[in-house]
């Protein structure tokens, strides 16, 4: 089974902070994703990435930077947190870069709270 | 941009009654994708249908894509209480992006 893990379950930090999410996949999968899930809005997409060391902007991708450096590991920056930012933050792996015909497989979630 | 709309928005039903949900969608697809979200928790993919599919199943799901409307509904039979959670349906395009819609609310009680 594949299996996505993140750093944290739940998060809490201030404004002004720089913020790090971590994100892990263990079955070789070329593209990663980065989603915030907020009530009313549904999944809406930050960055993904289809290489080590390649990044593509979402839909939402203001206020939040990523990095590749590993094929396994797709971490999230927030520079600056603010409270806007404050949601539940999921990652997901999907296998090929044709990822159109591929499930993504996600992580249980970091609920991040900045105060 | 949103693509996928889910109805309704939630649903309560009684242990061993059928639900169905429904998704239309606004531009061609190559797939869709139903997900379900537990309570706090991340998504799990369920099914996927492609779009030159009618109808595809699943133990207790039964998915149907009709293109010309722009829709699917996703069926589940014999529903149990462990049913309760969020479900999903995922648009993909001819880009590289799933689009998600948000969500039906499924509430099953024993």
């Known amino acids: 089974d594949v299996k996505v893990t993140q750093s944290s379950r739940y998060l809490v930090k201030r404004t002004g902070e720089k913020v790090f999410l971590e994100c892990v996949q263990d079955?070789?999968?070329?593209?990663m994703f980065w989603y915030r899930q907020d009530p009313g809005l549904g999944l809406r997409l930050i960055y993904f990435?289809?290489?080590?060391?390649?990044?593509e902007k979402g839909d939402i991708p203001e206020g939040y930077s990523v990095s590749r450096e590993k094929k396994e590991r797709f971490s999230l920056i927030l520079e600056s947190a603010s409270t806007n930012q404050t949601s539940m933050y999921l990652c997901?792996?999907?296998?090929?870069?044709?990822?159109?015909?591929?499930?993504?497989?996600f992580g249980p979630g970091t609920r991040l709270t900045v105060l | 941009s949103q693509q996928g709309e889910e109805d309704p928005q939630a649903l309560s039903i009684q242990e061993g009654e059928n639900a169905t949900m429904n998704c239309s969608y606004k531009?061609?697809?190559?797939?869709l994708q139903w997900y379900r979200q537990n309570s706090g928790r991340g998504l799990v993919h369920l099914i996927l249908?492609?779009?030159?599919?009618r109808e595809k199943h699943s133990g207790r799901l039964r998915v149907t894509l009709d293109t010309s409307k722009k829709s699917s509904s996703l069926l589940i039979t014999a529903s149990r209480a462990a049913d309760t959670a969020s479900y999903f349906c995922?648009?993909?395009?001819?880009?590289?992006?799933?689009?998600f819609g948000t969500g039906t609310r499924l509430q099953v009680f024993p």
């Open positions: 997901a792996s999907s296998r090929t870069w044709d990822s159109h015909t591929d499930t993504q497989y």
């Open positions: 995922a648009t993909a395009g001819y880009t590289d992006k799933l689009i």
């Open positions: 249908i492609r779009s030159n599919e």
């Open positions: 990435s289809y290489d080590v060391k390649m990044k």
């Open positions: 079955m070789d999968h070329e593209n």
């Open positions: 531009t061609s697809i190559n797939n």
